[in-house]
């Protein structure tokens, strides 16, 4: 794995793991990208529905797929940040079936983790770099927190970035989305920005 070289400039990745462009997340991880090329840093932005490729990982780990060029340029993204600020919605208790496809698919043992013999957990390839999460939703936040104890978000933080080295510094949920009162967009927003401090 490349170690991350200092600059002058933050190196930033923006990832809108909505599967559509016409989306609330992606006007929300437009609005980050926006904001963290205002505060001086380098954005690279990718759109999940740009990205072509087999989001399952047919054998598990017992045989390689080959990866498809938008998987070998994503991970190419993520060893060149040293900041992920993802935006996807939540569906179904979790996200989208693509954006679970490309974490299947690109965080592979090999790049973003490696088991090392006689240690009971793996190495953190990813290390080094941080995590900013927001994550929509129609569940009222403080449901999601009392009733289903922010499964996907804790899962997420500690079982995908955390297990890959990349350190949450940042995570939201907003919502309701559905239903919202007039104006509530602005919190959301709000929050968008927050994510490129």
Same mark, same amino acid.
């Given at each position: 794995?490349?170690?991350?070289?200092?600059?002058? !400039?933050?190196? *930033? $990745?923006?990832?809108?793991?909505?599967?559509? !462009?016409?989306? $609330?997340?992606? #006007?929300? #991880?437009?609005?980050?990208? %926006?904001?963290?090329?205002?505060?001086?840093?380098?954005?690279?932005? !990718?759109?999940?529905?740009?990205?072509?490729?087999?989001?399952?990982?047919?054998?598990?780990?017992?045989?390689?797929?080959? &990866?498809?060029?938008? &998987?070998?340029?994503? /991970?190419?993204? &993520?060893?060149?940040?040293?900041?992920?600020?993802? *935006?996807?919605?939540?569906?179904?208790?979790?996200?989208?079936?693509?954006? %679970?496809?490309?974490?299947?698919? #690109?965080? $592979?043992?090999?790049?973003?983790?490696?088991?090392?013999?006689?240690?009971?957990?793996?190495?953190?390839?990813?290390? +080094?770099?941080?995590?900013?999460? &927001?994550?929509?939703?129609?569940?009222?936040?403080?449901?999601?927190?009392?009733?289903?104890?922010?499964?996907?978000? +804790? #899962?997420?933080?500690? /079982?995908?970035?955390?297990?890959? +080295?990349? %350190?949450?510094?940042?995570?939201?949920? *907003? +919502?309701?989305?559905?239903?919202?009162?007039?104006?509530?967009?602005?919190?959301?927003?709000?929050?968008?920005?927050?994510?490129?401090?």
């Amino acid at each position: 794995m490349t170690d991350i070289t200092t600059t002058d !400039r933050k190196r *930033v $990745l923006v990832l809108n793991g909505h599967p559509s !462009r016409a989306s $609330l997340c992606a #006007a929300l #991880a437009e609005e980050a990208a %926006k904001a963290a090329g205002e505060a001086g840093a380098e954005v690279r932005m !990718r759109h999940l529905q740009d990205m072509t490729f087999d989001p399952d990982l047919t054998d598990g780990y017992k045989a390689r797929k080959d &990866l498809e060029p938008d &998987l070998i340029a994503f /991970q190419a993204d &993520l060893i060149w940040c040293q900041t992920l600020i993802l *935006v996807h919605p939540l569906w179904w208790g979790g996200p989208p079936a693509k954006l %679970k496809g490309l974490f299947d698919r #690109a965080l $592979l043992p090999g790049f973003a983790f490696a088991y090392v013999e006689g240690k009971p957990l793996p190495d953190k390839l990813l290390a +080094g770099r941080t995590a900013r999460v &927001l994550v929509t939703t129609d569940t009222p936040v403080w449901f999601l927190w009392l009733v289903y104890r922010n499964a996907w978000l +804790g #899962a997420l933080r500690r /079982q995908i970035l955390d297990f890959t +080295g990349l %350190k949450v510094t940042m995570m939201k949920a *907003v +919502g309701p989305i559905r239903g919202a009162s007039p104006g509530a967009d602005k919190g959301w927003f709000a929050a968008a920005r927050r994510l490129a401090r």
